[in-house]
């Protein structure tokens, strides 16, 4: 069956620090990629996604790309805010398999101190 | 507006008591999902429904049952709550077809307490 593996947590930094949370997938077919956010006291919401092979997936300064060779959708930002604290969850949808459930990681809790 | 709404947002209730989490939904989409999340665990699906007849056990049904009333309502049900169903608990929705990516879409969560 499918399944995400990713960093365990929690990861504490330092403002202005780099973050790398690192996800892989097993799956078959070709999934959609994601990475979800939970902020303190809300649901998921997207953060990024990528749908191919090298596909590169971005959004409030968060990257990560879909790399099919080593099965992988690592989460990098260059310098994270004290605002990037909540739960990072990596994700994968194949819509031919599983019946086109999604298959979500752990979640990696991120504080980032001042 | 929220596109996915829960209610209610918190509920705390006493060990064999019945209890309905209620899920309604804008998007459109006809796949609904619950999911109970617990410290360290991440997210465990409960239920899925696929269209207003079709519904599915997931990974942690056992306790909980659900009622697709219409495409846009899923309801979770406890019939006679425990404890260790003390969690957040998330609704969810998703397109299906071609070109769509699979991406999910959540409310914003019941912080439920079992006494």
């Known amino acids: 069956g499918n399944s995400v593996t990713q960093m365990e947590g929690p990861v504490t930094l330092s403002e202005e620090a780099f973050l790398t949370i690192n996800c892989t997938y097993t799956?078959?077919?070709?999934?959609?990629l994601f990475w979800y956010v939970q902020y303190p006291g809300e649901g998921l919401q997207l953060l990024l996604k990528a749908t191919k092979a090298d596909d590169k997936g971005s959004n409030k300064g968060f990257e990560a790309t879909y790399r099919k060779e080593t099965t992988s959708f690592h989460l990098e930002k260059g310098s994270v805010q004290v605002s990037d604290s909540a739960v990072y969850f990596c994700a994968l949808t194949a819509l031919n398999t599983n019946a086109g459930k999604s298959t979500f990681g752990d979640g990696t809790t991120l504080t980032v101190k001042p | 507006d929220a596109d996915v709404t829960q209610t209610p947002r918190n509920r705390i209730t006493k060990t064999g008591k019945r209890i309905m989490l209620e899920c309604s939904q804008t998007?459109?989409?006809?796949?609904m999902y619950w999911y109970r999340q617990d410290p360290g665990l991440g997210l465990r699906l409960i239920y899925y429904?696929?269209?207003?007849?079709?519904?599915n056990k997931g990974e942690i049904s056992d306790g909980y049952s659900v009622s697709r009333q219409a495409q846009a309502k899923f309801s979770l049900s406890l019939e006679s709550a425990i404890p260790n169903q003390t969690a957040l608990y998330f609704c969810?929705?998703?397109?299906f077809g071609a070109g769509v990516s699979g991406e999910q879409f959540f409310g914003p969560g019941t912080r439920l307490t079992v006494l």
């Open positions: 969810a929705t998703s397109d």
């Open positions: 998007k459109g989409h006809d796949r």
């Open positions: 799956a078959t077919g070709y999934p959609s």
């Open positions: 429904s696929f269209d207003v007849k079709d519904i």
